[in-house]
């Protein structure tokens, strides 16, 4: 599986920002999709993940609330729809995908997108 993330930028804080992962290879429903971010000197930490089927998601305790998953497996992609951003969500995203189901654990998905950079200015 390839995985293509895009839609970073620089947004104001109390913006919103949509991430796309555009996947190619293989039979992308058999995948479940992670999302995580690293921010400057900090470990890399679980965003979002969501089922193949897009029936199972979940979100990191520090977004719920403000963003939201959702996956188009006809367009082979998945989107994270981040709103009322602030400056501690400043990092780069990366799409991660696993065949199976979803994981929380960026250690258990085998297949990873390059990072597209967030930052959100206060």
């Known amino acids: 599986v390839q995985l293509q993330a895009s839609g970073g930028g620089l947004v104001q804080a109390g913006g919103s920002l949509r991430l796309s992962c555009a996947a190619s290879?293989?039979?992308?429903?058999?995948?479940?999709v992670g999302w995580f971010r690293q921010a400057p000197g900090k470990d890399r930490e679980f965003v979002s993940t969501?089922?193949?089927?897009?029936?199972?998601?979940e979100f990191a305790d520090s977004v719920k609330g403000r963003f939201f998953v959702s996956r188009d497996n006809a367009k082979n992609t998945v989107y994270l729809q981040m709103n009322s951003l602030k400056s501690e969500d400043t990092a780069a995203y990366y799409c991660a995908a696993r065949v199976g189901g979803s994981r929380l654990s960026a250690a258990l998905y085998a297949y990873w997108g390059q990072g597209t950079l967030v930052t959100v200015s206060s």
């Open positions: 969501i089922s193949g089927n897009g029936g199972y998601i």
């Open positions: 290879g293989r039979t992308f429903s058999s995948c479940a």
